[in-house]
């Protein structure tokens, strides 16, 4: 028997054990955009799916509490050179100039022209993620040009 109808012949069983299409439940309403699986407390559930996956996760509730926390964290491990990514929440935190105010060395990632050098140097990289996915603790990070 060739693999082709070897395959055909599960498929033609398995409908007729009644493994049909179409018996799956339709999706609960959307609070938002993508799946709302993490219910109605996407951020805790994030948080402690996260910190199951062996994450630390710091809540901050505005810029300013957000830069400070980066610095402490920063300083917590004794780091001193930075190696900043670009992203949209980044750049409006101005981390850069946060981070050279707290005497820190920051070398900015602008894609290819950040030195080879630098990039092994740096203690702590920072950059952005395009999405969490609450219910596994996930973080999707997305490369560009």
Same mark, same amino acid.
Do not use: C
């Given at each position: 028997?060739?693999?082709?109808?070897?395959? *055909?012949?599960?498929?033609?069983? !398995?409908? =007729?054990?009644?493994?049909?299409?179409?018996?799956?439940?339709?999706?609960?309403? $959307?609070?938002?955009? +993508?799946?709302?699986?993490? +219910?109605?407390?996407?951020? &805790?559930?994030?948080? &402690?799916?996260?910190?199951?996956?062996?994450?630390?996760? #710091?809540?901050? #509730? %505005? &810029?300013?509490?957000?830069?400070?926390?980066?610095?402490?964290?920063?300083? =917590? #491990? !004794?780091?001193?050179?930075?190696?900043?990514?670009?992203?949209?929440?980044?750049? $409006?935190?101005? *981390? #850069?100039?946060? *981070?050279?105010?707290? +005497?820190?060395?920051?070398?900015?990632? %602008?894609?290819? !022209?950040? %030195? $080879?050098?630098?990039?092994?140097?740096?203690?702590?990289?920072? =950059?952005?993620?395009?999405?969490?996915?609450?219910?596994?603790? =996930?973080?999707? !990070?997305?490369? $560009?040009?």
């Amino acid at each position: 028997m060739s693999g082709r109808e070897f395959f *055909l012949q599960r498929v033609q069983r !398995a409908v =007729s054990d009644g493994n049909r299409a179409g018996t799956v439940p339709p999706l609960p309403e $959307r609070g938002g955009v +993508g799946y709302q699986g993490a +219910g109605d407390r996407p951020v &805790e559930r994030f948080a &402690e799916a996260f910190t199951a996956a062996g994450g630390v996760f #710091h809540l901050t #509730h %505005d &810029e300013r509490t957000t830069r400070l926390t980066i610095v402490d964290l920063i300083q =917590s #491990h !004794a780091a001193r050179k930075v190696l900043l990514g670009r992203s949209a929440l980044l750049d $409006r935190l101005n *981390l #850069h100039g946060t *981070l050279q105010d707290a +005497g820190l060395e920051v070398w900015p990632v %602008d894609g290819a !022209a950040t %030195d $080879r050098d630098a990039r092994f140097a740096a203690d702590v990289g920072i =950059s952005g993620v395009e999405y969490v996915i609450a219910e596994t603790g =996930s973080l999707v !990070a997305v490369t $560009r040009p």
